[in-house]
């Protein structure tokens, strides 16, 4: 495959390793600035096939779609978390959240944790105190808003009460597959690693077999009082690497893509 690579994406960690791996397998790719909302491509690629697949933000999505790019990005925009609960049940960490819009939004406790329903990236999922919220939510909701963004009042949310996360998991899904892992948080706190304990794996495969959004996405699961939950899914494409073996899943990739 081709390997279009947003520039700004590259300045998080890990990706010095994803430019390593494809410079080491001789993998060809390309650096471009993306136009936000357009997705014009700067430089635009000058290639001759579409086997392309892509690296960086949402903003990629138009010029995947204009290009006809395959696989271009393991979409998992529309299994939002309501699909996803029907599914996976209480196996999900915020399994009692309430869905609402922006508007009609409501907290029935001081705080709650709040996130977009889908992989939408309108804006990151974080606890708000009631007051908090209140002053995002009338920011949104009032006529004069900033709509340079796609958040609107009419954006369906989730709600959920608060629970106690001893550590959080990424794990990278490829072709229903397990390639690689990575402790991303520690009590509250950054700790990339990539050992991780058998019984989180174990639970990630029981969940795939079950159902899955996409044949290759990335899960992010966690340790609480009450067990492994599932936190969330997103994009492979768009998604931070962490502690992850790189290299293993460039090639993991090439091999169930490359046309």
């Known amino acids: 495959m081709h390997w279009v690579l947003q520039a700004s994406f590259l300045s998080e960690p ?25 997705g014009d491509l700067i430089p635009e690629p000058e290639l001759k096939h579409k086997n392309v697949i892509c690296f960086g933000s949402y903003s990629l999505r138009p010029a995947v779609l204009r290009n006809q790019w395959s696989p271009g990005l393991f979409d998992v925009l529309d299994q939002d978390f309501e699909t996803q609960r029907e599914h996976w049940g209480a196996h999900m960490l915020n399994f009692d959240s309430v ?18 329903v889908n992989d939408s990236k309108y804006f990151s ?5 009631a007051q908090e919220f209140g002053a995002w939510q009338r920011s949104i909701c009032q006529p ?18 608060l629970v106690t996360i001893h ?27 990539r050992e991780v304990d058998e019984k989180f794996a174990s639970f990630v495969n029981e969940r795939i077999r079950q159902w899955t959004p ?27 690497s962490y502690a992850a073996d790189v290299q293993r899943l460039v090639l993991a990739l090439e091999q169930a893509y490359s046309q």
Request: include cysteine; charged fraction near 20%; glycine fraction near 6%.
């Open 14 to 38: 890990g990706r010095s390793a994803l430019i390593a791996a494809l410079e080491r397998f001789g993998i060809s790719y390309s650096v471009h600035k993306v136009v936000p909302k357009e």
């Open 99 to 116: 869905v609402s819009s922006v508007r009609d939004a409501a907290f029935t406790t001081e705080s709650m944790f709040v996130r977009p």
């Open 125 to 129: 999922g974080r606890i708000f105190t």
């Open 144 to 161: 004069e808003a900033d709509r340079r963004t796609s958040l609107a009042p009419q954006t369906r949310i989730q709600l959920a009460p």
């Open 167 to 193: 550590a959080e998991y990424r794990f990278w899904i490829v072709k229903n597959e397990i390639i690689t892992q990575s402790l991303y948080r520690l009590g509250g706190k950054a700790t990339p690693a």
């Open 214 to 240: 996409h044949e290759t996405f990335v899960i992010d699961v966690c340790d609480t009082p009450g067990g492994i939950k599932i936190v969330e899914v997103n994009t492979l494409n768009c998604s931070a």
